[in-house]
């Protein structure tokens, strides 16, 4: 069996990186981690890696210094950042950049970092180079919004059989979708699903009213941010459970905007969309906490 090839993280979020080398272990990747520039510099230069993964924004050596240093001493590793800001090859020296394999920005998709590492791996020993009109890119799928709101001005203009029909096929789309969050917002539990960094990607309306929180500052926050019983590890053993087809409810506590603290029983399950994992919890607030006999009933879970 050929040796797995061997990819180094550099992120100083542990759960982000928990989360990128469970996944990379089930793609048949060697992971380690760093959680400083520091470490990263230090594993980077002593060790051989087939590719880097290097976050932008770490607590002590800016990732583009990372870069810089990692490219100048070992000009054959591949190196992919990870930032959140799409101004990056603004306000980045552009012959440091360059000397990267490929940049994402957050929030990217584990479909996306495995493409690129493969890319990388593949490409390693020859002339470096960004595809991005490969067909696995092609065929990377966003997380669908259910706000499509489209003005009659912005619909395109037609003629001809064909695009008629494409642009009826749109608005049926469109229709759809709007039932689909219509629908949601009737419901009066909250429901949230959020992606594999648990980063929320959608809530409904009961959600938003509950929680006090906007649609951009709930989709700003994490599953951390309003679980203030929140336990990264029994989190990972969860998820753990749901893979394997295992129902999960369970009482918890939720915080609002307000920081006013909610008893809620959960229903989780795990959703997989174009090759990604979201899991989306039906959340119903209840007046009083559960008893001890309750609580036995209940399988703990995601949210603490």
Known sequence: MPDMPKILIVDDDPDISLALVDYLHQEQFDVEMAYTGKTALEKGLAHHYDAVLLDVGLPDLDGIEVLEKLSREKPELPVILLTAFTSLS????????EKSFAYLIK???????RHALRQAVNSKGSQYHRDTSSEDSANLQPFPSPNVQPSPNSMPKTTGPYNQLLLYEYQRLVESVQLMQFAFDHVPEAILVADADKRFRFANQAAHQILGYNKEELEALRIPDIAPN???????????????????SYYTTHRTKHGQNIPVEISVYLLNFHGQEFTCAISKQIT??????EKDHSHTGLSG
Request: hydrophobic share 20%.
């Open 90 to 97: 603004q306000t980045s020296p552009s012959d440091i950049l």
């Open 107 to 113: 929030p990217y998709s584990r479909e996306e970092i």
């Open 288 to 293: 009083e906490q559960p008893t001890a006999a």
């Open 230 to 248: 929140y336990d990264s590890e029994r989190y990972h053993d969860h998820l753990n459970e749901l893979r394997q087809g295992k129902p999960l």
